[in-house]
């Protein structure tokens, strides 16, 4: 279940990680500004935060195999219309909503209530495993959705893409078969119970009671981990999607840049991995906080490029970024489950997701319009400090555990 969570997440990922490729051909072929390029993509980000709660009810009650089909199908299907694309919101519906969707099924939201329930002390590290796929995806993505825009074209670089997804669809789903929840009988519900791993003490240990969406909506820590999911996909995205136009704009050649950014990302995957495995170990608050500050530092150096000729400071930029790309993912995710733990942690987590793709939505397209009225991209970068600042606050306000409203109070003797 692991190994299929990972490449179902990988390719999922992939797909969308290509869009700011796209951008770039969008905005030579029909001469579109950035801020309206940047529209698809900030479509995406919203949709993808406000359909996360659907998606966490449909798993919890579908289980992965179910949502890995529809997913795939969605995914196949928007890829084969944006060949065909002439219009801006004909991009906007296929990738921001069609897509995005379909990406959902594919992704966390699906698998973390999965893992959570077969990993309990090394929860941190099996996401991380699985988050791990993001940074492939977005390493992999960049460079060779280029060299194909390059040599056939971006409208068959799509048909090529929906290819391969149909191809891994049905070798995917087998692999979590046994993952999808019994169908009702007899109007009960016969959703098999949360599991514990090597963390169990034994056959006696006692599960504490799940929580359901209405008893977290009323804790300050939903609402912290709101913040926390905002503020990083604010901090993330005013930089992310226009990073290769950015280097484009500097002066590097696109090919050479996709290379550099690729190879960056590419160190998301042990970035991820190490602060998933720390955050088992030293704590969730330390582990995203370490992370934060190694993307600040990435985020600084992008501001110091003023030319072509200073490959060095791009190449930082890449790879500190990069490498902390998704990292504060496993610690995020893994807090959560910490936090509010049971079979409705789908339905919770995907709540929550919608602050991210809030600030993604915002991130991204704030930063083509910031782009639009100034010609830079450094104000959008400042602010992406700025928002990462706010996460670390948030986060460690996370410390202690949420008490529940409904727990009975015990009177003094």
């Known amino acids: 279940m692991l190994g299929g969570a990972f490449t179902a997440f990988t390719v999922s990922a992939a797909l969308m990680h290509s869009y700011p490729v796209y951008l770039v051909a969008y905005i030579e072929e029909f001469g579109w500004s950035r801020a309206e390029t940047s529209i698809a993509y900030s479509v995406s980000q919203l949709v993808g935060g406000v359909s996360s709660p659907f998606v966490g009810v449909l798993v919890d009650r579908l289980g992965p195999r179910r949502l890995l089909l529809l997913g795939s199908f969605l995914l196949v299907l928007g890829l084969i219309a944006s060949a065909f694309a002439n219009a801006l919101w004909q991009v906007t519906v296929l990738y921001g909503i069609v897509m995005t969707i379909g ?56 048909l090529v ?26 109007g009960r519900d016969q959703t098999p119970q949360p599991v514990a791993d090597d963390a169990s003490s034994g056959p ?25 999911y905002l503020c990083t996909g604010l901090g993330s995205f005013f930089v992310s999607l226009h990073q290769l136009a950015f280097a484009a704009d500097i002066g590097f050649d696109k090919l050479y840049a996709a290379q550099v950014l690729g190879i960056g990302s590419f160190l998301a995957v042990p970035g991820i991995v190490v602060t998933g495995i720390l955050s088992d170990y030293l704590g969730r608050e330390i582990s995203a906080i370490l992370a934060y500050g190694v993307s600040i530092v990435g985020v600084v150096c992008a501001l110091l490029i003023t030319g072509p000729d200073q490959h060095l400071l791009l190449w930082l930029h890449a790879c500190f970024f990069g490498l902390t790309w998704g990292a504060r993912g496993p610690a995020i995710t893994a807090k ?59 986060f460690w306000a996370l410390r202690r555990p949420p008490l529940r409203r409904t727990d009975p109070v015990i009177p003094a003797s």
């Open 336 to 394: 959560t489950a910490d936090l509010f733990p049971g079979p409705q942690l789908g339905t919770i987590l995907g709540v929550i997701t919608i602050g991210s793709g809030l600030g993604a939505a915002l991130g991204s397209w704030g930063a083509g319009w910031i782009f639009d009225i100034s010609g830079s991209y450094r104000l959008a970068f400042m602010l992406s400090i700025a928002a990462y600042v706010c996460g670390v606050v948030a």
């Open 103 to 158: 990406a959902n099924c594919l992704g966390l939201v699906v698998f973390v209530p999965l893992l959570s329930r077969h990993f309990v002390r090394r929860r941190g590290m099996a996401i991380a495993i699985v988050q791990s796929a993001n940074g492939i995806a977005r390493g992999a993505s960049a460079p060779l959705v280029q060299l194909a825009i390059s040599t056939i074209g971006w409208r068959t670089t799509y």
């Open 204 to 228: 006696s240990a006692a599960l504490p009671p799940g929580w359901s969406l209405r008893e977290a909506v009323q804790t300050p820590h939903f609402w912290l981990l709101f913040v926390v």
């Open 161 to 186: 893409q929906a290819v391969l997804m149909a191809l891994v669809v049905l070798p995917l789903a087998a692999l979590f078969r046994r993952a999808d929840p019994p169908l009702r009988e007899g």
